[in-house]
């Protein structure tokens, strides 16, 4: 590849590497990047094939000026979106300048203006996609200044590079140093990295700043809010989009749900839940000595260390401020500002539309057993237990009569929310293709009488109305079911499609709030394991890698990464301290063994054997003029010891010969060549030409005088140089049509 080609390539990479930087946001129409793709390839090629198409500056410059006004019109009345217009404008001015006649400051702004593109991207996006375009951009970068820098020199120093080098044919070689970059490029990436990685570990890290904050239009997800109407969660089924990660602490031997919102209040008729209890903005307690730690709610006395999980959850951005965790949640860690609770135990963070959220919830999944709850037969319930949670919706009458039915002749709390349980989960169908059959009457009776198909919002509305009707105080639960669990990270990907509403029933005699689902198992998700699935969790891991150690490495997490490497270093002492004990040990038996049996006379030789065999393969080596002694499997050049011993006893005369050389191939292409009778001073006195009597007295006496090549070095290539320039301007004159350079 020619180094002109080389550096084309390079630098059209990496103008492109700041548009994919754009174009994975995913915040670009599809016309946009289709015409970039267009302008990348096509100027691209005329750069290589038909420069004399280019644009004079001028005309770009005129071009660039008049599209200002159309991204004033862009930004303020079509897209209405300042980063979608900015990054419209600047992909514009890139192209434009790709088409122009180029010097090196145009360069220089197309790459600049390709370092903006990625800027605005990293505002605009906070997915691991974004790694992948910031790798390509750094490669490119280094290369492409590499190569750009020696274009450069190359191109003002016209012949003197190509006569400088070594000829072949009496022809300069061109030159070729494309792969040679581009493997410096990957050595000084590489470099950066070892260096950087440990300081990007170590660096406190602080908030998102004010674009990521203040204008970052990343697509929220939707599906939680403090009302919710029936039906509404049809959508959001079939929404493979990710919500959260969840890793625990530990393995469980049964799922977990995570909790979202309460829903306290029916509206029997619209088929609409509310939530009611207000959010406190200040926790129970907070954690002294921690930061961001705060106790949500007393432990229960007796509690002992399995009775808790502790689940680290990486929340993708919302459209509202709840915060999920697993039921009784305790203790929260690495909170979010403005984190609030409610009566119900839900849990609020911050606004994070462009943003995401981690934090550590401690969560009490013991439970209360159910020979207790069996036998609870209490009816003393708290005042705003009975207010709110015993509220009965103005719903058909048949409802409550069913209930009655269903629970026949159950005596406590727990029979009867089995009772029902099991009824609904056994007698209904579960179903996203929702019908109403009789509008005339509300969606619970049309559900429980007519339709008897529906999905999980249907049947716990329904199993809390009919508990309600009962006397048994009883609420609906938004969150998520345990999601698909993956190998590779250890975690639980939640999606939209995992969607859930359960109910909670309240037990006055241990005063606590008890699951229940009444849908049926064909309305949970089931997960397979084949071929796409695993490359698809491999991406999921890799982003989840990102989130983790990139976007939401906080100070917490860098001591857990500082303690596993401590961690990991300890065991590997203790691993390489074990081993070489265990050989000394080994070692050790084995000389007195063996000592006994071991007279002086054979270790003297075993020595004298020894220093023969390496004097003769010394002596052979040398004989063998470099083509070196294989003894034993192994290759020992001798003489390359021999000529290094040499070269530190007096000056090797190659470095003299070799500039000399170049000089003599300088004057051979304007046919001035040496006499085989003449010494070196005679033919540069015949030559006349004070430079090469210069570089004719440097060689001399690096030479035969002993002096280094580093002494004299600069007063060599500046009299090369001043030769180079000097035979140039003699050729012009014998050759009047020669084009004066520019």
Not at 86 to 105: C, G, V, W
Not at 309 to 318: A, D, I, N, S
Not at 562 to 573: G, M, P
Not at 654 to 671: I, K, N, P, T
Request: glycine share 6%; hydrophobic share 45%.
């Amino acid at each position: 590849m020619k180094f002109r080609n080389y550096f084309l390539f390079t630098s059209f990479s990496f103008i492109a590497t700041g548009f994919l930087a754009l174009v994975l946001t995913g915040r670009l129409d599809i016309g946009t990047p289709v015409l970039y793709v267009a302008a990348l390839g096509g100027a691209w090629w005329i750069e290589r094939n038909r420069t004399e198409w280019l644009i004079p500056r001028k005309r770009a410059a005129l071009i660039s000026a008049m599209a200002i006004p159309f991204t004033a019109v862009d930004i303020f009345l079509l897209s209405r979106n300042p980063f979608l217009g900015l990054a419209r404008f600047a992909l514009l001015l890139a192209a434009i300048k790709m088409f122009q006649k180029k010097e090196d400051s145009d360069w220089v702004w197309l790459y600049g203006l390709s370092f903006g593109q990625l800027l605005l991207a990293a505002s605009l996006t906070i997915d691991a996609t974004f790694l992948v375009s910031l790798g390509l951009f750094l490669f490119f970068l280094v290369t492409t200044l590499s190569a750009f820098e020696i274009e450069r020199t190359h191109r003002k120093l016209v012949r003197v590079e190509e006569e400088t080098h070594a000829i072949r044919a009496d022809r300069p070689r061109p030159l070729r140093r494309g792969w040679f970059v581009s493997g410096v490029g990957a050595g000084q990436i590489a470099l950066v990295a070892l260096l950087a990685v440990p300081i990007f570990f170590t660096l406190p890290r602080f908030g998102g700043g004010y674009i990521g904050s203040a204008y970052s239009q990343t697509q929220t997800l939707t599906g939680f809010s403090e009302t919710v109407r029936l039906g509404d969660i049809e959508n959001i089924k079939l929404n493979q989009t990710v919500v959260m990660y969840v890793r625990l602490d530990r393995r469980l031997n049964r799922p977990l749900r995570w909790r979202g919102l309460a829903l306290e209040e029916f509206d029997g008729a619209r088929g609409v839940w509310r939530a009611v209890r207000p959010f406190r903005t200040r926790l129970v307690d907070r954690v002294p000595g921690v930061p961001a730690s705060y106790s949500i709610e007393a432990l229960a006395p007796g509690t002992v260390p399995s009775d808790l999980v502790e689940q680290t959850v990486y929340l993708e951005p919302m459209s509202n401020t709840t915060l999920f965790s697993a039921s009784r949640a305790k203790r929260i860690d690495n909170a979010p500002r403005e984190v609030g609770v409610d009566g119900a135990g839900g849990l609020r963070g911050p606004r994070h539309d462009g943003a995401r959220l981690s934090y550590v919830v401690t969560s009490d999944v013991s439970g209360v057993p159910e020979s207790d709850l069996a036998l609870d037969n209490s009816i003393d319930y708290p005042e705003d237990v009975k207010r709110i949670d015993l509220q009965l919706p103005e719903v058909d009458p048949r409802v409550a009569e069913l209930a009655r039915q269903v629970v026949g002749d159950a005596a406590t709390p727990y029979e009867k929310a089995r009772r029902i349980e099991a009824y609904l989960k056994n007698e209904f169908e579960y179903s996203l293709s929702l019908r109403r059959e009789d509008r005339s009457i509300d969606p619970v009776a049309d559900f429980l009488v007519n339709v008897r198909a529906g999905h999980c919002e249907y049947f716990a509305t329904s199993m809390a109305v009919m508990l309600r009707s009962l006397g048994v105080p009883a609420r609906v639960v938004n969150g998520f079911q345990t999601g698909e669990y993956n190998a590779i990270s250890d975690t639980f990907t939640v999606r939209q499609a995992d969607a859930h509403s359960w109910v909670e029933v309240y037990f006055a005699g241990p005063d606590e709030w008890v699951e229940f689902d009444p849908t049926p198992a064909s309305g949970l998700n089931t997960y397979t394991s084949d071929l796409a699935t695993d490359m698809r969790q491999s991406i999921e891991a890799l982003q989840l890698m990102w989130i983790r150690y990139v976007v939401a490495l906080d100070t917490h997490e860098q001591l857990s990464v500082v303690r596993s490497i401590q961690v990991r270093f300890v065991e590997a002492k203790a691993w390489i301290a074990a081993r070489l004990s265990a050989l000394r040990q080994w070692m050790t038996g084995l000389l007195e063994g063996r000592a006994a049996s071991i007279s002086t006379s054979s270790l003297l030789s075993a020595v004298v054997v020894a220093m023969l065999a390496l004097g003769a393969t010394a002596i052979a080596g040398m004989l063998m003029h470099g083509r070196g002694w294989q003894l034993g499997g192994f290759v020992l050049p001798v003489w390359r010891w021999r000529r290094f011993w040499r070269r530190g006893s007096r000056q090797s005369p190659e470095s003299a010969v070799r500039f000399y050389e170049q000089m003599s191939s300088m004057l051979a292409l304007h046919d001035i060549r040496r006499l085989p009778s003449q010494t070196p001073r005679e033919f540069a006195e015949a030559v006349g030409i004070d430079d090469v009597r210069e570089i004719t007295e440097q060689y001399h006496r690096v030479r035969f005088g002993g002096v280094s090549i580093g002494n004299v070095e600069r007063e060599v290539a500046d009299a090369l140089n001043r030769l180079a320039a000097s035979l140039r301007k003699t050729s012009r004159r014998k050759n009047p049509t020669t084009e004066p350079e520019k």
